[in-house]
């Protein structure tokens, strides 16, 4: 992998961290559980491209910080939000 492909992939991951969290943030400010349900899939989704991307980037610590951030997240949404 070339540097401009790795710089590439390294905003790409930052933004889909970025993304994330913002997902999990307003997940709390959901007015219906709907609303939080597609702000936890979002962030899922959003932590699974930065896992995904930390992973092919050889990032393995940030691997390992994302998977676990994410495990967080999931077990705050069924704790708080499922039904």
């Known amino acids: 992998m070339n540097q401009e492909v790795r710089q590439s992939k390294l905003a790409a991951l930052a933004h889909a961290r970025t993304m994330g969290e913002k997902?999990?943030?307003?997940?709390?400010d959901?007015?219906?559980?709907?609303?939080?349900?597609?702000?936890?899939?979002?962030?899922?989704?959003?932590?699974?491209?930065?896992?995904?991307?930390?992973?092919e980037l050889g990032l393995d610590e940030e691997n390992e910080a994302l998977t676990q951030r994410l495990a967080h997240i999931k077990a705050v949404f069924r704790s708080q939000f499922a039904v």
């Open 30 to 55: 959901a007015h219906s559980f709907r609303d939080a349900n597609t702000c936890y899939r979002d962030a899922k989704d959003f932590f699974d491209d930065a896992i995904q991307l930390a992973a």
């Open 23 to 28: 997902a999990y943030d307003d997940m709390y």
